[in-house]
């Protein structure tokens, strides 16, 4: 096991089998493809594209991490899979897009409402550290019927 970087105090860490776990909030995300839901802070584009398109937040199951997981593995991130637990509930997601260094535990409106969270952007989310992360980098996501491609990142 190998610590690959500590943020907003919830350790990242890297395990022998190569996946990276870490707890964090769940910050419901808007980016990408669809609508802005009233979100002042919402961008167009996500880091990943499927069919050469941004993700979609209101469809796409996707979380975002940070650019220390990207830089701080061997395997590819983005695209890779990753599953997601809240309340016992746990549901399969891809790594969609790259956040900023100081920010942790971030989750689409479509992988909210898998989990059973309020999706509003603006009044949703989990605030507490209680949401499980677990990636598989190197492993191309499929969720569902969508198999994404992974992709290298140039994250800063």
Known sequence: MRLIATIEGNDITEHDDGSVTFFACGRI???????????????????LHHEGQPLNADVDQ?????????HGVKGIVLGCQAEVTYNGR????????????????????????????NPDPNTGG??????????????PAVVGSVTYTMQPSHAA
């Open 29 to 47: 995300d808007d980016d990408g493809a669809g609508p802005a839901h009233g979100d002042k802070f919402h961008q167009g584009a996500t880091s």
């Open 126 to 139: 989990v605030d507490s550290h209680t949401v499980h992360y677990r990636l598989l980098p190197g492993i």
């Open 62 to 70: 996707y979380i975002v991490v940070p650019p220390q997981i990207i």
């Open 90 to 117: 746990t549901v399969p997601a891809v790594v969609g897009d790259i956040g900023p260094h100081h920010r942790l535990g971030e989750i689409s409106i479509a992988l909210a409402r898998a989990l059973g969270i």
